[in-house]
T-cell receptor, first 114, second 115 residues
Framework: KNQVEQSPQSLIILEGKNCTLQ??????????LRWYKQDTGRGPVSLTI?????NTKSNGRYTATLDADTKQSSLHITASQLSDSASYICVVSPTTSGTYKYIFGTGTRLKVLA | KAGVTQTPRYLIKTRGQQVTLSCSPISGHRSVSWYQQTPGQGLQFLFEYFSETQRNKGNFPGRFSGRQFSNSRSEMNVSTLELGDSALYLC??????????????FGAGTRLSVL
């Protein structure tokens, strides 16, 4: 069964610190892997999109990495800010019979404290 | 450029009723996808419409249906509501579909409560 698992479930860090969120998936083959940020009460916002052949993608202080061999992705946040407090969701799009769907992880809830 | 607009933002219904949610995509976007988000299950893909045709469908019962109009606006309908349908329903639009590297832009969602 295709699955996407994220860890940790929640995380609390101090402002200015770095953190890394993990995403393990069993989806294979897949078209692309995305990371989204979702603020409370709002829709998700795309942070990065990587195909299976890419191993890193940056968006400002956010850097996503992908290891297709171990089926792991991580999202590294540098110099965290209070505005980084949100849920971060990993999404994998499998390549199946010419169509595609989305398999979502349950997210990591990040809280940045002053 | 206006973002993805979903209406209404909040909705309260009772079991057995039906509901229609609306989504206006970003101008020029032809793909609209719908998702259900609950605390227990997270985000789940419902279906995607492109040029008025359903192009992809998730694993939801037939009570969940949708359609897309010629102006790319989309509606989602849920019939015979159940308590478990209480969720945040999100709509996302993209230029040609999220299966490739097109970025999806999400609306703020419609929060449906079924009593």
């Amino acid at each position: 069964k295709n699955q996407v698992e994220q860890s940790p479930q929640s995380l609390i860090i101090l402002e200015g610190k770095n953190c890394t969120l993990q995403c393990n998936y069993t989806v294979s083959p897949f078209s692309n892997l995305r990371w989204y940020k979702q603020d409370t009460g709002r829709g998700p916002v795309s942070l990065t999109i990587m195909t299976f052949s890419e191993n890193t993608k940056s968006n400002g202080r956010y850097t996503a990495t992908l290891d297709a061999d171990t089926k792991q992705s991580s999202l590294h946040i540098t110099a965290s800010q209070l505005s980084d407090s949100a849920s971060y969701i990993c999404v994998v799009s499998p390549t199946t019979s010419g169509t595609y769907k989305y398999i979502f992880g349950t997210g990591t809830r990040l809280k940045v404290l002053a | 450029k206006a973002g993805v607009t979903q209406t209404p933002r909040y909705l309260i219904k009772t079991r057995g009723q039906q509901v229609t949610l609306s989504c206006s995509p970003i101008s020029g976007h032809r793909s609209v996808s719908w998702y259900q988000q609950t605390p227990g299950q997270g985000l789940q893909f419902l279906f995607e419409y492109f040029s008025e045709t359903q192009r992809n469908k998730g694993n939801f019962p037939g009570r969940f249906s949708g359609r897309q109009f010629s102006n790319s606006r989309s509606e989602m309908n849920v019939s015979t509501l159940e308590l478990g349908d209480s969720a945040l329903y999100l709509c996302a639009s993209s230029y040609s579909g999220g299966g490739r590297q097109n970025i999806q832009y999400f609306g703020a969602g419609t929060r449906l409560s079924v009593l």
